[in-house]
């Protein structure tokens, strides 16, 4: 496996967050990559909108306004509110951006290697180009709320609902209770989020090996899959809202089915055992798809306790890839690996039990295919 000889290639562009020249020069190293491999690949430029951060710390702040002005003027501060709520809700799921509109565009960049060589399915493998921002703050947001997104709307609608029982006239502990525990929330988020926008990427050890893998199972699987083509997709501004890969899924909806697509999305690579997802996506987790998630458990179910992968599930609380291609109803997974800091084991585990779901998907899935 030549191509993932050197563990790591993206960990040589640190600082790669999404927008950055040195998430340019990643995108670029990945297509001279491809084309080692022979693949052949396109680099194409977006223009997005990366200050998420920002955006969010201005939708706690909206939030703090509306809960301290609807105790004087319960119908002002239930607008207030009903703005921030309605603008977080869309821009976590990816639906629409209010508020980022207004913080600036970057440009940044999808690496993509098609393949259609006539086969009736088409495999997609995707990993990401850029590197999350190292913020302690939003780090220890995570780790406390697990999906900051989540805990941010029920914040502000319960923020809502207060109001409006101001404005029925309820006054009085029931509501300056509630009213004040949840504003504290916000307080607390506000920073958490606004730390982002103060913080770099770093290395990003893990996501680079990610790439790595998917470069190896695109290799791997070249002409080896009997029902399905296997296209190469490493997508720019993945971190977290996979802006990237819906930039992609516009682009190519019109040749996009459902029935005869699937979406491999290799995810950040620890030192740990196999993960794959059965629930992916921030504020609303949509299912994973039922086939690919019956082949996963299938594998791990054959690989037995205490075997090289001893794969199990999870749920990702954040707009992945996969969790784009899933609200555009294509069947997508996540596989992924627990730990902080990748080894060859972890890589080769990870790029076995990909190519195993690969093999299992055009074995069982392929054939039915070719009857449609």
Do not use: K
């Amino acid at each position: 496996m030549d191509s993932i000889a050197e563990t790591g290639g993206l960990a040589r562009y640190p600082g790669r967050s999404a927008g950055t020249d040195a998430e340019r020069r990643a995108a670029n190293h990945l297509h001279r990559e491809l084309e080692v491999i022979g693949r052949e690949a396109h680099v194409r430029t977006l223009s997005i909108r990366p200050r998420w951060g920002l955006t969010h710390a201005l939708h706690c702040l909206l939030g703090i306004a509306g809960s301290v002005v609807s105790v004087g003027s319960p119908a002002a501060g239930g607008a207030l509110l009903l703005a921030a709520a309605l603008s977080t809700v869309l821009d976590a799921t990816g639906l629409f951006q209010v508020v980022r509109r207004g913080t600036g565009s970057r440009a940044s960049q999808n690496v993509e290697a098609p393949r259609d060589t006539g086969r009736p399915g088409l495999l997609v493998v995707t990993a990401q180009v850029d590197a999350p921002r190292r913020s302690g703050a939003f780090g220890l947001a995570v780790r406390f709320f697990r999906d900051p997104w989540l805990v941010l709307l029920l914040a502000l609608v319960g923020l809502l609902a207060l109001a409006v029982l101001r404005l029925l006239g309820l006054e009085g502990g029931a509501v300056t209770g509630p009213q004040f525990a949840a504003t504290v929330v916000l307080i607390l988020l506000a920073p958490a989020f606004a730390d982002v926008e103060l913080t770099g990427a770093g290395t990003d050890e893990p996501g680079a090996a990610a790439a790595e893998v998917a470069l190896g199972l695109a290799e791997e699987l070249e002409g080896e899959l009997e029902h399905f083509d296997v296209g190469v997709l490493f997508t720019g501004a993945a971190e977290p809202f996979a802006l990237g890969m819906r930039a992609w899924l516009r682009a190519n909806r019109p040749s996009l089915e459902a029935e005869r697509t699937a979406v491999v999305s290799v995810g950040r690579l620890g030192s740990g055992p196999v993960r794959f997802t059965t629930r992916e996506g921030a504020v609303l987790a949509l299912r994973c798809h039922s086939e690919l998630v019956r082949i996963c458990r299938e594998i791990a179910e054959d690989d037995g306790e205490g075997g090289a992968y001893a794969a199990t599930s999870t749920v990702a609380r954040r707009q992945t890839p996969a969790a784009a291609a899933l609200a555009r109803g294509l069947p997508a997974i996540t596989i992924s690996c627990d730990g902080t800091q990748p080894d060859d084991d972890s890589i080769d585990r990870t790029l076995g039990f990909c190519r195993e779901l690969a093999e299992r998907l055009d074995a069982e899935v392929g054939p039915t295919l070719e009857e449609d």
